[in-house]
């Protein structure tokens, strides 16, 4: 697509319900990454994906969260029995690999909201 | 954690002011990167350095990698109101880091 893509845009949900927030990455993109963004707060590094593969995924907070990619493409970032301090901007980015990896191109975000 | 400190956290200007804001790291890489938020948006890529020492400009915007690789600085000339949003330094290549960010406010 023209841009990258995120839904929901905005989530609200109960303590302790699991949700999936998508991203679809710019057609042609390898990297995907995924990044936090809590009130206020600055871009707080999750995973990301070179392919289909996750080589670092120091950044996610607990094993409640997890996320995957398929066909080098859709990404999923599932957060399980989500806590109050999940509430954030859940924000995707996608970027060539190679000599463009780090010039990333991002989606609008997933608001989440734990109530 | 963050491994960029960025400087300053908040910036309230007149319109028409210079403004200036840095980030320094404890640890050298080779690619320095500057990103722009506006409220509801995603970041967007102002300006992307790729050697020490290398001043780049775009348009208003004027950024230089330090020469010791740890530190960056992005400069704006004659703030607009549209320049409001948060400024972001990144750093790396595959995972690529984050400072926190400096909020640029103007006053008209």
């Known amino acids: 697509g023209a841009g990258v893509s995120q839904s929901p845009s905005n989530k609200v949900t109960e303590k302790g319900k699991d949700v999936e927030l998508r991203c679809d990455p710019i057609?042609?993109?390898?990297?995907l990454y995924w990044y936090r963004q809590s009130l206020g707060q600055g871009l707080e590094f999750l995973i990301y994906?070179?392919?289909?593969?996750?080589?670092?995924k120091s950044g996610l907070p607990s094993d409640r969260f997890s996320a995957e990619r398929t066909g080098g493409s859709v990404s999923t970032l599932t957060i399980q029995r989500t806590q109050q301090e999940d509430s954030a901007v859940y924000l995707c980015?996608?970027?060539?690999?190679?000599?463009?990896?780090?010039?990333?191109?991002f989606g609008a975000g997933s608001r989440l909201t734990v109530l | 954690g963050q491994q960029l400190n960025q400087s300053p956290q908040s910036m309230f200007i007149q319109e028409g002011e210079d403004v200036s804001m840095n980030c320094t790291s404890s640890?050298?890489?080779?690619?320095w990167l500057w990103y722009k938020q506006d409220p509801g948006e995603g970041p967007v890529l102002l300006i992307a350095?790729?050697?020490?020492?290398e001043l780049t400009s775009n348009g208003r915007l004027t950024a230089q990698f330090g020469i010791t690789r740890k530190d960056s600085f992005l400069n704006i000339s004659a703030s607009i109101p549209s320049d409001v949003g948060i400024y972001f330094c990144?750093?790396?290549?595959?995972?690529?880091?984050f400072g926190q960010g400096t909020r640029l406010t103007i006053n008209p």
């Open positions: 980015a996608s970027s060539l690999g190679g000599f463009g990896a780090n010039v990333l191109t």
């Open positions: 057609s042609g993109h390898t990297a």
């Open positions: 994906f070179q392919g289909n593969s996750a080589p670092d």
């Open positions: 640890s050298i890489f080779n690619t």
């Open positions: 350095l790729y050697k020490a020492g």
């Open positions: 990144g750093k790396g290549a595959q995972k690529l880091v």
